[in-house]
């Protein structure tokens, strides 16, 4: 068993080390047909926010070089719609999931917090930090979403970030790190011409990841790794860098079997 949140009174334990890091399989769903969740660590969410989200016009997703553009807007049918059609399947999953909420409004985040907090079907929550916060917006942020809510919390950090915040996320009640959200980019759409902006996902951000993972070695809270992982190598790399666990993300939309493979070698 992995253990995120060892000073945390409820734990958040998984099974083995591989997750799906947030808006790489839905609310449980997006991959029902293609592999079994059931041979994964855990899993996070789409994003929830507390109001529905049409999320950005397509085109949505554009091909790099290196990996991806890939921009949602967050789409997502807003907490009270997640709850009423997902709870019942993330109680039946078997493996922790954790609800992810996007950064907002100090009220709405409390609020949407305090939702999903009463179900009994979440292991956990992650608050995902947009690039460029600084620490006064993520003390708000943290004591909105502790104020209404006893799980435990993941906090994900962009790649590149101050190292100060990681340790403003510590000492606010961050029970784990995930190292790291998406960078920003942009591409242009052969299909369309449109320049698509969003985050940028593929391989080479294992490096970006793997240095912000060791950059955070002093930090006495575990840390989830995300970033670039397309094979076992990727994975031990992380491990051995400290992480306690891992999140794939880009390798589920290019050969999600690749994906449950990572998975069930552990």
Known sequence: MIELAPNHKIGLALPNPIMIAAGFCGFGDAYERLIDLTFFGGLITGPITLRPNRGSPQPRLVETPAGFILNTGLQNPGVRSVIKHYRQRWTRL??????????????????????????????????????????????LWLRAIRADSELPLLVKLPLGSDPELAAVAVEQGADALVIGAAPPGAARSPRSGQTVSGQLYGPALHSLALRDLRNLQHLDVPRVASGGIHSAADVKAFLEAGAKAVQLDSLLLIDPQAAQRLATAY
């Open 94 to 139: 078997g493996r922790p999931v954790i609800a992810h909420l996007p950064a907002a409004e100090p009220d709405d985040l409390k609020r949407t917090a305090r939702a999903l907090s009463s179900l009994g079907a979440l292991a956990g929550l992650e608050l995902g930090l947009p690039p460029g916060v600084g620490p006064y917006e993520l003390e």
